[in-house]
């Protein structure tokens, strides 16, 4: 899966509601 910055509805899912980045330990993503 390729995240776009232009791609807000799936960046969403990675924010907070302040639009802070979620850690990798509590979203589980990798790091690719």
């Given at each position: 899966?390729t995240v776009?910055?232009k791609?807000?509805?799936?960046?969403?899912?990675f924010?907070t509601?302040r639009?802070?980045?979620?850690?990798r330990?509590?979203?589980g993503?990798?790091?690719?």
């Amino acid at each position: 899966m390729t995240v776009d910055y232009k791609d807000s509805s799936t960046l969403r899912v990675f924010l907070t509601e302040r639009g802070r980045i979620i850690p990798r330990r509590v979203s589980g993503n990798c790091m690719r």
